[in-house]
């Protein structure tokens, strides 16, 4: 398990910011679930929040993202890798601003899934991480832990190019590399409540930390 190697943004030790939260997990793991779920609870308590998704299939990048995991169109893992990177970068400044004036971001997919996708790919890890340094780095990743069998038998399961289950036990793998001091476990096989139940617990407890100061950070630096 490796380090945390994020990094503050000078001068943003003391201000009050939103939090940045980031949902991960195997494919169908019920992360989109419990984002949605996780902004009506924050909202519900008077606090500012806001749903977003990786990939953004809104923005230019974002529908080539589309149309390559709809098997709509075919492209090299390299390239594709970085169309994933770049979306991100798409949305970094706006990111960045919405933190700062006090929004708490629920963020489904972040850069944690573009590299164990790729490394699953039998991309080189290093590799993959090097387009993300410098994004704004999560203050949680809660990661929803099923195991790949078990995701397998959700309803919906195969509608996308990555969701092949010989391919999901290569991602939960690379997932493993990834863990940091950020991250926080939650067992997805729980009923649906008593996982909402934790993440309100450990998402409110995150928010109140960037609200008390906690600085922006950035991912991977060095």
Not at 56 to 63: A, I, L, N
Not at 149 to 174: H, I, N, P, T
Not at 180 to 198: G, L, N, R, T, Y
Not at 208 to 222: D, E, I, M
């Amino acid at each position: 398990m490796e380090g945390n190697l994020n990094y503050a943004i000078e001068g943003n030790k003391k201000e009050s910011r939103g939090a940045l939260v980031v949902l991960e997990g195997l494919d169908r793991s019920g992360k989109s679930s419990q984002c949605s779920r996780l902004v009506s609870y924050l909202e519900g308590h008077g606090i500012s929040a806001e749903l977003w998704r990786f990939p953004d299939r809104t923005t230019d990048v974002g529908q080539m993202i589309s149309a390559y995991l709809t098997n709509a169109s075919q492209l090299d893992d390299h390239t594709i890798h970085l169309f994933f990177s770049a979306n991100r970068w798409e949305k970094r400044s706006l990111m960045e601003t919405k933190l700062k004036t006090g929004t708490t971001l629920i963020v489904d997919r972040y850069s944690y899934s573009g590299v164990a996708f790729s490394a699953a790919k039998g991309l080189d890890i290093e590799w993959c991480k090097a387009p993300e340094i410098g994004l704004l780095a999560p203050d949680l990743v809660a990661y929803l832990d099923i195991s790949p069998e078990k995701a397998s038998e959700r309803g919906g399961y195969g509608g996308e190019r990555y969701e092949k289950l010989d391919f999901q036990k290569k991602v939960a793998e690379s997932f493993k590399d990834l863990h940091d001091a950020s991250w926080k476990v939650v067992d997805a096989c729980q009923p649906i409540e008593d996982v909402e139940e934790q993440l309100q617990e450990i998402v409110l407890n995150c928010v109140t930390g960037c609200q008390n100061g906690k600085p922006l950070s950035l991912l991977w630096s060095k």
